[in-house]
């Protein structure tokens, strides 16, 4: 890996912020010094890598001679995932906060007793949920000969990952629950783009200058 490669891996890492709680992350974009095929022929390799199933992980919203835009699912596990104590909570993002490869995702939820009568508290049902599935939408245009842009933002959750959570809640005697706080963090994501793009796929940098990433 050359030191242009570093450059760009370093960036990426250095740039990584944790948004959040009922918003996703800020788009991020950034200018790769490699010709725009070269980084379009690599796009369903790269979202094979990411949605790590047998499920279509790609679909293709438009394609043309100078850009193209995607939809990518990224699968994953977090076993941390749903949790339903506040401070548990905001200890694992002020942890993420460190971690550029932490999970993509934490969500809180809160439940009640279906019956505000009861004296004696029923028993919780634990929620069983740690798979994810989350859309990014992956944009690249051709800048010049060896100088692409790619854009990442976060779309939402896939719907087989939104209907997992619905049923869950719903099988439970007891209570009622509810997502009241959900934070998503781009920066894994975009290392795994980085790793897979330049490490994997050895779509590098090609020029003598790398280009920091642009919001």
């Keep these: 890996m050359n030191k242009y490669t570093l450059i760009f891996i370093s960036l990426i890492i250095a740039t990584g912020k944790l948004f959040g709680q009922a918003a996703g992350p800020e788009f991020y974009s950034v200018k790769l010094m490699v010709s725009f095929d070269r980084v379009k022929n690599a796009i369903p390799e790269l979202a094979a890598r990411l949605g790590k199933s047998n499920l279509p992980s790609l679909g293709t919203l438009y394609e043309n001679n100078s850009s193209a835009a995607y939809t990518i699912t990224e699968r994953n596990n977090n076993p941390h995932l749903l949790v339903d104590s506040e401070k548990e909570y905001e200890k694992l993002l002020a942890d ?120």
């Design 96 to 215: 993420a906060r460190t971690d550029p490869y932490s999970p993509s995702i934490y969500m809180l939820y809160k439940g009640e007793p279906k019956d505000k009568t009861t004296t004696v508290l029923p028993p919780k049902k634990p929620v069983s949920i740690s798979a994810y599935g989350l859309v990014w939408m992956v944009t690249i245009k051709k800048i010049g000969d060896k100088e692409t842009n790619l854009l990442v933002t976060y779309k939402g959750e896939a719907k087989t990952f939104s209907e997992k959570i619905r049923r869950e809640f719903e099988s439970d005697t007891y209570y009622d629950k509810k997502i009241v706080k959900s934070s998503v963090d781009d920066r894994r994501v975009r290392n795994m783009i980085s790793d897979i793009l330049l490490k994997e796929l050895c779509v590098d940098q090609e020029a003598t200058t790398a280009l920091s990433p642009t919001r």
